[in-house]
């Protein structure tokens, strides 16, 4: 496994090896013991799975608050997407910035969002499942989102007008959101 930084403490990349030959390939997507001893040492209890079926869906930005706060860990099976983070912990250095990367299911990269960032992704191409981690369950009275479009963020997403579910077109921007982290 190669791990890659991001500008964000805690957040990478996760790039699995991938052993491949006439057949296809094989990789192991997770495996607690080598993720624990490349320090994510995050307890997964639930894993996602959504499919979009048209390009430029996007979804997000999404996150929860403590006690309920979620690390994801994402990863594409199908398909392509702009995946973006958000630093949204008040007093952070980074508070307020965002950083995009391509996740495929060419590239097998992975990402891992830490509690106290917003998490959103854009599908590139039809028909894109993506997978995830989490380890929290979901809590409706704790799940929070700021606005995809903000224009103090100015995200560089890839289509100017997403397909998007009614919650997301609902998001305050991050100047209003509700969004205290206890991350120090």
Avoid at 41 to 67: A, E, K, V
Avoid at 132 to 150: F, M, N, Q, T
């Amino acid at each position: 496994m190669n791990i890659i930084k991001t500008k964000f403490e805690d957040a990478i990349i996760v790039a699995p090896k991938v052993f491949g030959d006439h057949r296809g390939f094989f990789t192991e997507s997770y495996n607690r013991d080598l993720f624990h001893r490349n320090g994510i040492d995050m307890d997964f209890i639930q894993d996602n799975h959504s499919l979009s079926q048209q390009s430029g869906t996007l979804r997000g930005m999404h996150y929860q608050l403590s006690p309920k706060a979620q690390t994801k860990l994402v990863r594409v099976t199908r398909g392509a997407i702009y995946d973006v983070i958000v630093d949204i912990r008040k007093g952070s250095p980074t508070y307020g910035q965002w950083q995009g990367f391509i996740l495929s299911a060419d590239n097998k990269r992975q990402l891992l969002v830490p509690t106290g960032f917003a998490h959103g992704f854009c599908t590139i191409v039809e028909n894109t499942e993506v997978q995830y981690k989490v380890d929290e369950l979901y809590s409706p009275e704790h799940d929070r989102g700021i606005a995809w479009d903000d224009p103090a963020l100015a995200i560089d997403w890839p289509v100017q007008h997403p397909v998007l579910s009614e919650k997301d077109t609902k998001h305050p921007i991050l100047a209003e959101a509700d969004n205290n982290f206890n991350w120090e």
